[in-house]
Structure formats: structure tokens, C-alpha cells
T-cell receptor
Framework: GENVEQHPSTLSVQEGDSAVIKCTYS??????FPWYKQELGKGPQLIID?????GEKKDQRIAVTLNKTAKHFSLHITETQPEDSAVYFC???????????FGKGNQVVVIP | KAGVTQTPRYLIKTRGQQVTLSCSPI?????VSWYQQTPGQGLQFLFE???????NKGNFPGRFSGRQFSNSRSEMNVSTLELGDSALYLC?????????????FGPGTRLTVL
């Protein structure tokens, strides 16, 4: 099955700086890569996703890049704010399969 | 519209007991997936139901089971509870349950096994 690895496990950044989280996946058939943000006491919430026919996608301060050859994808958060502090999960699956394989998560701490 | 709801939010059980957790998906969503979240293993897929049928199953023992009703509400059951079953159990719903659909997660049920 799909195996997703996520690095680093914890990331501390100064407010206003950028944060980057990297994930690798093992199954070359995977073609859908969502990112979720989980705040304390809540379920994960989708913040951005990318499909394998696209190399980069942006949504305001967040962006995701995908390198299919190297089988890795990254989340970029620019101009970080205290409300960006949360656990971020990457995931992967392939077309027709609703089973998401998640990375272990990154705790992002934005220091005011 | 209302989000995914899960009941109860917190549950304490003892080893050997069984437990049933409930998930109500977003109105109109027909797919419900269940995940177990623990600090050590992260989020792990349990199973997915679509139109009352289990369509996909993760690598969990047979003590973990589920079902889906005609209104798309889903329940999962864990029998003969073990200490290691302590976790946050999340359900997620989506329209048709394909990778084209966003999965919306509920707040989870926190199960503690003593």
C-alpha cells in the first residue's frame, strides 16, 4: 500500500517568515495529494490539494508543489501568522480510491 | 450547511467491553470513511462505506467493524476493547467517495480504554 513520510515533525517559525513541510510517497499510482490542517480539539480540515497533472498550486498565502519524478510534494506557507499554528498532515491516494494514506503530521508553531 | 457530526465526543471504557461510535455525514454525502488517530501511528484508515456497502477496508483486526444506514449515517463498533484501542476516531464524508471529492472530517470521538 501507499506509504507517506512527512518531515520535519516539528517546525517553529517567526511570525512573518515562511514555513515549508515536505512529504514523500511510495506509490507511483498516487495522483491526488491533499493537505490538512488540524487544530486542537478539531478534525482535520482540507486547506489545499494538488493533482498529478499539475506541478504547483497557490491559494493566497499557501502553495503546494509536486514532483512526480522524485515522488515528493511540499506545502509552503508564506507570511506566517499565529493562527497558522496547528498540525499539518499530507496525504496521498489514487484515482477511484477514497482511502487516504496520511503522513504522521507536522506541528507548526508560529512565534509572535 | 451542517458539517459532519460525531457522537459521543468522549467515551471511557474498560478492557473487554465493546463500543459503538456514530457519524452523521453532511447532507447529500453518500460516502463515509473512518480513521483512527493516535500519537504514534498518526491517521490510519479503518474502512469506507458507500451506499450501505463496505467498499474499502484497512489493516485492522476483525474486532473493528462498521455499517452504514440508508440515510448514509454510519456506525463503527469495536468489540473486546484493548488498551491500544485508545485513540481519536474520526469519520469523514464525501459526495461520491472518489479521489475527486473533498473529504470533510468530523471533530472525532475520543475513546479511552482503561
Amino acid at each position: 500500500g501507499e506509504n507517506v513520510e512527512q518531515h520535519p515533525s516539528t517546525l517553529s517559525v517567526q511570525e512573518g517568515d515562511s514555513a515549508v513541510i515536505k512529504c514523500t510517497y511510495s506509490d507511483s499510482a498516487s495522483n491526488y495529494f491533499p493537505w490538512y490542517k488540524q487544530e486542537l480539539g478539531k478534525g482535520p480540515q482540507l486547506i489545499i490539494d494538488i493533482r498529478s497533472n499539475v506541478g504547483e498550486k497557490k491559494d493566497q498565502r499557501i502553495a503546494v508543489t509536486l514532483n512526480k519524478t522524485a515522488k515528493h510534494f511540499s506545502l509552503h506557507i508564506t507570511e506566517t501568522q499565529p493562527e497558522d499554528s496547528a498540525v499539518y498532515f499530507c496525504a496521498a491516494t489514487h484515482y477511484g480510491n477514497n482511502r487516504l494514506a496520511f503522513g504522521k503530521g507536522n506541528q507548526v508553531v508560529v512565534i509572535p | 450547511k451542517a458539517g459532519v457530526t460525531q457522537t459521543p465526543r468522549y467515551l471511557i471504557k474498560t478492557r473487554g467491553q465493546q463500543v459503538t461510535l456514530s457519524c452523521s455525514p453532511i447532507s447529500g454525502h453518500r460516502s463515509v470513511s473512518w480513521y483512527q488517530q493516535t500519537p504514534g501511528q498518526g491517521l490510519q484508515f479503518l474502512f469506507e462505506y458507500f451506499s450501505e456497502t463496505q467498499r474499502n477496508k484497512g489493516n485492522f483486526p476483525g474486532r473493528f467493524s462498521g455499517r452504514q444506514f440508508s440515510n448514509s449515517r454510519s456506525e463503527m463498533n469495536v468489540s473486546t476493547l484493548e488498551l491500544g484501542d485508545s485513540a481519536l476516531y474520526l469519520c469523514a464524508s464525501s459526495l461520491a467517495g472518489t479521489s475527486e471529492d473533498e473529504q470533510f472530517f468530523g471533530p472525532g470521538t475520543r475513546l479511552t480504554v482503561l
